[in-house]
């Protein structure tokens, strides 16, 4: 018998352990594999051959897992692309007696599922690669959503209440701006419109036009006297720019770094004399890595993808594929995960962004169905397993 | 029999309702007031005769408002010290037949309590103020420590936990900088060396020295590779200047507006070129508003704060008085608070800062000491009312 290997890539979210945790857990209850090797900060420890071996965590360090936050692994910002990497890559699961990589990610890793699937099909290699989805921007293509979406969602739309009633305490005349991850969809920043606390809505989907939003915070605050705004940190202007690129630093991907796109519309805010003040607050990694808002929904399902990846890894020919989540109904209606797999062509480098036709005009938020999308996703919250009065974590792995 | 007022003030907690709702339930298990009215935006509503009457709140409402974070009276940011404010305060709890006033604040607050009481007797008026204090800062004397500063401190360590996981998940070199509330007293930024996370702890009560931070700042990633670092707002220079004061804005009470200290640390650090990259997060109002991490003894504390100023003021003679708790031990040693009651002067516009000889030298954290000191008032969690996946709030009385 040969051994798995399981690696996280991208953004951490609160709940990718949980999916690391269903694999391993899936394969105690049935030993398809000698031994789940984890291979430490993604690919790019992975083809250094930097492994730990998970296959025998105890039942209290898988719950454990389960509940901690970010990616305990480590991950990488690795451009994994070269016929050289291919190569190396084989060599170290070859080394290690590894014929099945399990790798949780997003688009990018869904590419690297797929592209080693096809190279490992043309040359005759008989190693099988499978995707588990992750990713708190909810934009992969095909599945209804994404584990890890979610939980992110729920922190977002807690604080969003939290700092809403803050900033209601007060009668001083000031505009509120809630910064939210998201750089090519909206999807994070639209749900927190469910609170029913957000005045005005600015996503990405939607080029932004500045005398238009002006326009609408100088109403609300005409009408109202506050205008609690939320935007995402991928908005942008109708040339494609980002509202808050400096057109400089970008990240090991080449992907612009963001952050600060509230600070731009706080400017806009002051200097068109619309309020002597603005609060800006970014959320940033405080909603992708909190695991004290989780829904009980994502924790479980994050967990399930796991399990269900390892079992469909039962039959041979699984390789190249994805696991997902598709939305059924109850018998009564309500919501209910389905589960499926698809080729990771399919989800590979595409962004699902937020439905333009979910998105009112003049940034005044999402439609009904919008919100009907998002609101059984967010429901439950696990138990938590707490020491000294915060949740107990896992030492992560590529720390040890 | 006459009526009894309760007002807010100063920012906001996650606890502050909890003691409303104290007051409010205790005049329903024993009625000393005919009714509990509620002062709309602290003394400056109060003022203008804006009042409700929470009196007959149901026990459902009362339940909920305890788990409503923020000022559900609404708060001000009002200097009350003008011979015709008083007078007006006089006016308007005449006009209602109130006799008692409850006022939850800070410092300012119970200066006013101590203020109002002094100029009644002085004056042969026969009403009563009653301080109750609540501030995440966490700066009264005399008390053991405040109610909100508990809840904050216990969110400030699980956004700590969790963004420490997720900045230990990369292998990219960068210092990781996170800012909190504390304008003059470090406890909150302090609370966080709990979690074992932080490498480098910067307070208000330590004059900042850029070449000595920098060396450690350097030293960690060196060693280590990683740079994990929390601020106070309130950290300043030798000569009392705050680190992040551009020495213009300012509140509607003179106070500096502060934010931005983690930004500059993050320029210190970018251009002595120890890091290529500095990520920053300014926990900001998350910290103080947030109610989905309550401390359940904070919680249970500031509910019975407001039940013992209600009781104690069975007493006639009770007035110029602050509430408070002590901290006693149960029979085997554990935490146990006791509630006492002093004058609101021996309180007043004093700071309580956080004890320099609990302060290791070069910002490598807090002596044992004080994680003993912290570490009881953030056990447990109070189960919350959740409906739709967030906690069930009760909408502000300043907004209804």
Redesign the interface.
Known sequence: MANCLVA?SGG?T?VINASLAGVIRANQLNPLYDHVFGGL?GI??TLEGNLCDLTYLSGRDIEVLKQ????AL????YKFSEEADFQRLINVMDANNIDTMFYIGGNGSMSTVSTMATWAAEHGVSKRFIGIPKTVDNDLGIMDHCPGFASAA??A???T???R??Y?????PEVFVLETMGRDAGWLAASTF??GDVDLLVLPEVDFRRSIFLEQVRAKMEQQGSCYVVISEGARWYDGTYLSANGKAAD?LGHAMLGGTAGRLKSMIVEAGIAPRC?V??????A??????M?LVDFEEAYDLGVCAHMRSFDPTFTGKVVGILRGATEDGGYNAEFFACDAAQVANYVKRFPTEWILPNYQGITQEAMDYF?PL????PKLI?E????V?LK?F??R
């Open positions: 996280q951490p609160a900060h790019e420890g901690t936050p970010s990616s480590g991950t990488c910002r729920k922190v739309c807690e604080i209440h939290a700092t009633m803050d209601d305490a007060y009668t001083r469910m609170t090991g609060v607050q970014d959320l940033s990694r405080v992708r890595s909190s695991n004290f808002a829904s609101r967010i429901q439950g919250e707490c000294n009065g915060i949740p974590t992560p590529n720390r």
